[in-house]
Nanobody, 118 residues
Framework: QVQLVESGGGLVEPGGSLRLSCNASGLTFGGYDMGWYRQAPAKGREVVATIRSAGGSATYADTVKGRFTIITDNDKNQLHLQMNSLKPEDTAMYYC???????????WGQGTQVYVSS
């Protein structure tokens, strides 16, 4: 059974940094495309960053390019999102997602809340 558990959210001032983590169980990272998504109040869920299976390239939303970095730790089955230079508009619930590379079956975590405010 695939399970994704996010952590690391919280309240941070504009310009600050946070590192989100996603602990994955029941899957092997190399067989999944991984990603971070977010949903702000009254808005739809949007992609933040994704990375292809087996160490493929990463892609980022234009709004976070140069500020966020998606990181995989295959040994620990962990996915991270390093977020720097945070802005109030980054405030959202952040979700981890795993998509099986062949079947495209998708799994989501429960989310971790990020607040950026002074």
């Amino acid at each position: 059974q695939v399970q994704l558990v996010e952590s690391g959210g919280g309240l941070v001032e504009p310009g600050g940094s946070l590192r989100l983590s996603c602990n994955a169980s029941g899957l092997t990272f190399g067989g999944y495309d991984m990603g971070w998504y977010r949903q702000a109040p009254a808005k739809g869920r949007e992609v933040v960053a994704t990375i292809r299976s087996a160490g493929g390239s990463a892609t980022y939303a234009d709004t976070v390019k140069g500020r966020f970095t998606i990181i995989t730790d295959n040994d620990k089955n962990q996915l991270h999102l390093q977020m720097n230079s945070l802005k109030p508009e980054d405030t959202a619930m952040y979700y981890c997602r795993a998509v099986h590379a062949l079947s495209r079956r998708s799994y989501w975590g429960q989310g971790t809340q990020v607040y950026v405010s002074s």
